[in-house]
């Protein structure tokens, strides 16, 4: 491909102006939850519902979405796939930028946020399986960091420390599979203590091992949605061919196939284990199946089929529904499946305000995976670069 | 053989002090609570739901007057939890019909002996006392409220409207009052003897002589014994705890066992992860450089095979050529030989 | 009561093993069928590309 194209054009763009305009408002609330009125004013959070979106879904979604930094790193980097290295940067910009904006959420659910950094600083609470969490995501936001810091170097032309940052990429790679492996899994463990309020059939002994390979599921989804969403919105900066582009999706979909595959076989044990079917014929066991069979064995489905006959429509829509999935499963923990014997008058739905912070969040992701895109070599390789990862 | 009732607990009473001493010296740890706690005897046979009790629990911790006071029969028409301003409730669970009297029950936190918020809390904002209260600690709690999530029995509650300094409030068993010898607020309010304070080990003896003593009026369990690890409020009555909104049935294994179970993995990832990934790393290395050695090696023995062509090639050429000089120099000189001979002839003619 | 338990736990943990034992023979006719049409193929990343 011809050189990356450079960041000009006008501010006013129709993309701008209403990215802006969400941000404005979410800009509003950021000062009530803040400054006026707290978490009252702005949530509809009670003593029975303490996590609700910001939890449900920028913090635990928002983690397993951003997951195929590692999966696909590890894949190149560890087990020698070399082919799919064009998918690694914009994979790991994905990953770094989410687990940023996971943490932006958290601040915003946090009663005492600016005491974020106490578990670290003042008294750590290792029984805690949310000290874990914590601690791995402060680690791996590091990692993440670090792992996306060459594509800047190279873009501020800082050779010396580009190629001392580059020579860490195994170490890199391994360190952020163990933390990956870790917290991951501990989302699903911050839920093993409470059998008493969460659904027979979402909780599990192996809640752990169901939110890691879900993760990895979720992860390989977002990497063929963000990288098909990508070749076509920033066609200009892509250096690989349509050709090569569409055999690394249908690869991945070889990948997404088996791990979807594996998890319903790892949720059917878990099902069988305690003896759980009877669970199956009440409304929430047609809500679960809703979650199985829609978002997890029909994705598998269509990937089986998707790779078996290199259709890339298939693929895709395989991709949006792994990823809807495991949104859907992370909120059916949390919220909808939590508290599932009180009654509906007692139940927790997000205020609006919740909402627009969610989605002024993602929208601030989305503007600055642009920005860096359109700059930096994140879909090709820099000239003064070429061949080196 | 049949086995008494007696026979078969103090059986399992047995099997589970082997288990527990195998487990204990195996290097498995519980946290049985502080031997000489205190604790709260409920009694639900003698609760009338005057909430006397939550009066005196909002004048000792400075909360606002019942919303609704104290002889509104309406206000248990629906089930209360605590709140940031009630850190008790009593509500009905059965009404009054025929001859048999309603049935309330008082809910607070039950200051449990392996408490779930403790265990949750990651900067360690709960403490369990020797004295029985658990106690929470504002000057370190970040709001995260797992404690709120994690609790069983929906004690706790937050401050959400507080912008700055919000908490978690809950009862805190009067603790002041216990370190200075008074009773809890509750406690001491009640008109029936419904709620009875004193050291956990007292109101245990004290639960299963009432029980003995009116076997048709008690069901034969008291209910924080045992369950989930234990807790320092006990409740005994007629009603069965399933129709209390309690957790009937529940297991004496403590919940932070179980929801701390998953942390013993995290140091065999960090030990285990290393050198496997790194054996995968040098396994595809090592698969790569074998492939690269392969496809040297073949393109060696291609040119070697090429090379070796070639020169034979040229051998061929060379022995061609020499084998065509050859055949050109005898036939040079056949033709000489012959035009010597020629030559030879003519001459010996003329002499 | 014992017995009843003891059972319902042998009964679930024997179904268990029957179970997983039963997804890994399912595992491989899965793979096959996904793995099928690969030898000819243009349409997949080349290994050796990087």
């Known amino acids: 491909m011809s050189q990356p194209a450079t960041a000009t054009g006008k501010l006013l763009t129709p993309f701008n102006l209403i990215t802006a305009a969400i941000l404005a408002v979410g800009g509003v609330i950021t000062v009530l939850r803040f400054f006026v009125s707290g978490l009252a004013g702005t949530t509809n959070l009670t003593d029975t519902y303490p996590w609700g979106l910001w939890i449900g879904f920028d913090v635990m979604s928002g983690v397993a979405l951003a997951a195929g930094g590692f999966v696909i790193s590890s894949a190149v980097y560890l087990f020698g796939m070399k082919e799919y290295k064009p998918l690694v940067r914009p994979a790991i910009l994905t990953g770094f930028l989410g687990y940023s904006l996971v943490v932006v959420g958290l601040l915003y659910d946090l009663g005492r946020w600016y005491r974020l950094p106490y578990p670290f600083v003042v008294k750590p609470g290792p029984t805690s399986m949310l000290f874990e969490v914590g601690l791995c995501v402060a680690l791996y936001l590091t990692t993440l960091a670090i792992e996306f810091s060459p594509a800047a170097l190279e873009w501020l032309g800082w050779k010396r420390l580009r190629q001392l940052v580059g020579s860490l990429t195994i170490a890199l790679t391994i360190l952020g599979l163990i933390l990956s492996t870790m917290h991951q899994s501990s989302l699903g463990a911050l839920f093993l203590i409470t059998p008493t309020k969460l659904h027979p059939l979402w909780y599990s002994s192996h809640l752990p091992v169901h939110f890691f390979i879900s993760a990895v599921a979720g992860g390989l989804g977002m990497i063929i949605i963000e990288s098909a969403l990508s070749h076509r919105v920033f066609h200009d900066q892509v250096e690989i061919s349509g050709e090569r582009f569409s055999q690394l999706t249908v690869g991945l979909a070889k990948a997404a196939a088996v791990t979807l595959a594996v998890y319903l076989a790892v949720k059917v044990i878990g099902i069988a284990m305690d003896d759980k079917w009877h669970w199956l014929a009440s409304g929430y066991g047609g809500w679960y199946l809703v979650e199985m069979l829609g978002f997890v064995a029909l994705p598998c489905f269509l990937f089986v089929i998707g790779y078996r006959e290199r259709r890339l429509g298939a693929i895709r829509v395989a991709a949006v529904l792994t990823v809807l999935g495991i949104v859907l499963n992370r909120l059916n923990v949390a919220i909808f499946a939590f508290n599932w014997q009180l009654p509906a008058a007692e139940r927790y739905f997000p205020s609006w305000m919740e909402l627009w912070v969610t989605v002024s969040i993602v929208t601030a992701g989305v503007w600055i995976f642009r920005f860096i895109v359109k700059r930096m070599p994140i879909l090709h390789e820099h000239p003064e670069w070429r061949g080196q990862h | 053989m049949t086995i008494s009732r007696r026979g078969f607990l103090g059986g399992l009473a047995a099997g589970t002090l082997a288990a527990g001493t195998a487990a204990a010296s195996a290097g498995v740890k519980k946290l049985p609570g502080w031997p000489d706690s205190y604790g709260l005897l409920h009694d639900t046979n003698l609760c009338v739901g005057c909430r006397r009790c939550e009066e005196a629990c909002k004048r000792v911790n400075g909360l606002p007057e019942p919303a609704v006071p104290l002889g509104d029969e309406s206000v248990f028409d629906k089930m209360r939890r605590t709140s940031k301003d009630d850190y008790t409730v009593v509500n009905r669970y059965r009404r009054a019909d025929g001859g048999r009297p309603a049935v309330y029950r008082k809910h607070q936190c039950m200051h449990c002996q392996d408490p779930c918020c403790a265990s949750v809390c990651f900067v360690q904002a709960f403490e369990k006392t020797p004295q029985g209260p658990v106690l929470y600690h504002p000057e370190r709690c970040v709001g995260c409220r797992y404690c709120v999530m994690a609790c069983p029995y929906y004690a706790l509650a937050y401050e959400y409207e507080q912008v700055w300094t919000p908490r978690v409030v809950r009862c805190t068993m009067c603790y002041p009052r216990i370190k200075k010898g008074q009773q809890p607020g509750c406690a001491e309010a009640c008109p029936m003897g419904a709620i009875t304070f004193g050291r956990r080990s007292d109101l245990l003896k004290l639960a299963r002589q009432r029980i003995r003593k009116q076997p048709d009026r008690y069901i034969d369990h008291i209910y924080g014994e045992h369950e989930f690890g234990g807790t320092s409020w006990l409740t005994i009555g007629g009603t069965p705890f399933g129709e209390l909104g309690l957790h009937e049935g529940a297991v004496p294994t403590p919940l932070p066992e179980i929801g701390s179970s998953y942390l013993s993995v995290v140091p065999l990832v960090i030990t285990i992860y290393p050198g496997l990934l790194a054996g995968f790393y040098a396994f595809s290395r090592r698969r790569e450089q074998l492939s690269r050695k392969e496809t040297r090696e073949a393109v060696a023995a291609a040119l070697e095979r090429a090379r070796q062509e070639a020169e034979n090639k040229l051998q061929a050429a060379a022995e061609k050529a020499k084998k065509e000089k050859e055949k050109a120099v005898a036939q040079a000189v056949k033709k000489a030989v012959e035009e010597a001979k020629k030559q030879a002839g003519q001459t010996g003619q003329e002499a | ?50």
Not at chain 3, 8 to 14: I, L, Q, R, V
């Open chain 3, 1 to 50: 009561m014992y017995h009843v338990l003891q059972e319902f736990m042998t009964a679930t943990k024997g179904m268990c093993y029957v179970l997983s034992f039963g997804l890994l023979v399912i595992f491989v006719p899965f793979w096959l069928f996904l793995s099928e049409r690969e030898k000819d193929d243009t349409s997949l990343p080349d290994k050796d590309e990087h």
